[in-house]
């Protein structure tokens, strides 16, 4: 069965420093892949997605960036993190064999800048 | 522009039936998801419809209007246990999912 995980589960981090936030998924191959951000009271918006290894494409122009080293590996990175950046972070996978079809969400990272 | 419309919070009574609706407004339209959230927790795969009609499984069932860009989550026999967020999303032209701010169920005894 298909698993994904991410990790640091919660993290305080203070302005200016960098984040990195990492996503696995297990159990299948070619997944496309997502990074949303959850603001309270707000829908899920969806920062970047990857159909394959190094294809990444961006939604929101900010401070964020992401990477896909590897067919199951997608990581959300920082250079120097703002305020605005505090949310709570989603990494989520869908069959890239298909157009469409449900999202698998990882346990979601919570991420507090002070 | 792409708009989901979601009540923000609803009560209901334990053993009772709540309706949770979802209207939208879409560029183009892929499919219509429901997912449960837990505080603090992930979201979680409810339902999807495609077509119009009524789509049921056990407890929950989810119902399409595309005619009329409208939704709704049907949930039976209340439980303590579904007191949570329920989000819903529209799947676009492109297959990008356009999500709704959530509706926040309240259960109580």
């Known amino acids: 069965s298909q698993t994904i995980h991410q990790w640091p589960a919660t993290l305080v981090q203070p302005v200016g420093s960098p984040l990195s936030l990492e996503c696995t998924v297990e159990?299948?191959?070619?997944?496309?892949l997502y990074w949303y951000r959850q603001a309270a009271g707000r829908g899920l918006q969806l920062l970047f997605y990857?159909?394959?290894?190094?294809?990444i494409s961006s939604e929101v122009p900010q401070n964020l960036s992401a990477s896909r080293p590897q067919d199951r590996q997608f990581i959300l990175s920082s250079k120097k993190l703002l305020l605005s950046d505090s949310g709570f972070y989603l990494c989520?996978?869908?069959?890239?064999?298909?157009?469409?079809?449900?999202?698998?969400f990882g346990e979601g990272s919570r991420l507090t800048v002070l | 522009g792409q708009n989901i419309d979601q009540p923000t919070e609803m009560t209901a009574t334990e053993g009772a039936i709540v309706q949770i609706n979802c209207t939208y407004q879409?560029?183009?339209?892929?499919?219509l998801f429901w997912y449960q959230q837990h505080a603090g927790e992930a979201p979680t795969f409810l339902s999807y419809?495609?077509l119009d009609g009524l789509e049921e499984k056990g407890r929950f069932s989810s119902f399409l209007s595309r005619s009329k860009g409208y939704s709704y989550l049907l949930l039976k026999e209340l439980q303590m246990k579904d007191s949570a967020s329920y989000l819903c999303?529209?799947?676009?032209?492109?297959?990008?999912?356009?999500w709704g701010a959530g509706t926040k169920l309240i259960i109580k005894p």
């Open positions: 879409t560029s183009g339209f892929n499919g």
């Open positions: 989520a996978w869908r069959d890239g064999g298909r157009d469409t079809g449900e999202l698998f």
């Open positions: 990857s159909v394959g290894i190094g294809q």
């Open positions: 999303a529209v799947e676009d032209s492109n297959y990008q999912l356009i």
């Open positions: 419809n495609v």
């Open positions: 159990g299948t191959s070619n997944p496309n």
